[in-house]
Nanobody, 117 residues
Framework: QVQLVESGGGVVQAGGSLRLSCTASGIRFSINPMNWYRQAPGKQRELVAAITSGGSTNYADSVKGRFTISRDNNKKIVYLQMSSLKPEDTAVYYC???????????WGQGTQVTVSS
């Protein structure tokens, strides 16, 4: 059974930092791409950052230079380091993977990030 469990959300002042973690189980973590999405109230879910099995990364324009995605294949964890946070970064952040070979999507339960001005 595939499970993705996020942690690390919270309330932070503008300009501050947070690190989100997503621990995976039930998958061959090292071969799968991992993604972070977010959804703000009243808005569609959007892709924030992605990392391939080889470690290549991609970011939404709105977070480039402020967020860093990384992975630890031994621990089966993907991280999202968020710095210089802005109130508009407030959202529920979700971990996601689309498994290679199966092309099925899995989501974590989400973790709330609130940035106060």
């Amino acid at each position: 059974q595939v499970q993705l469990v996020e942690s690390g959300g919270g309330v932070v002042q503008a300009g501050g930092s947070l690190r989100l973690s997503c621990t995976a189980s039930g998958i061959r973590f090292s071969i799968n791409p991992m993604n972070w999405y977010r959804q703000a109230p009243g808005k569609q879910r959007e892709l924030v950052a992605a990392i391939t099995s080889g470690g290549s990364t991609n970011y939404a324009d709105s977070v480039k230079g402020r967020f860093t995605i990384s992975r630890d294949n031994n621990k089966k964890i993907v991280y999202l380091q968020m710095s210089s946070l802005k109130p508009e970064d407030t959202a529920v952040y979700y971990c996601n993977t689309r498994r290679v070979f199966f092309f099925d999507d899995y989501w974590g339960q989400g973790t709330q990030v609130t940035v106060s001005s």
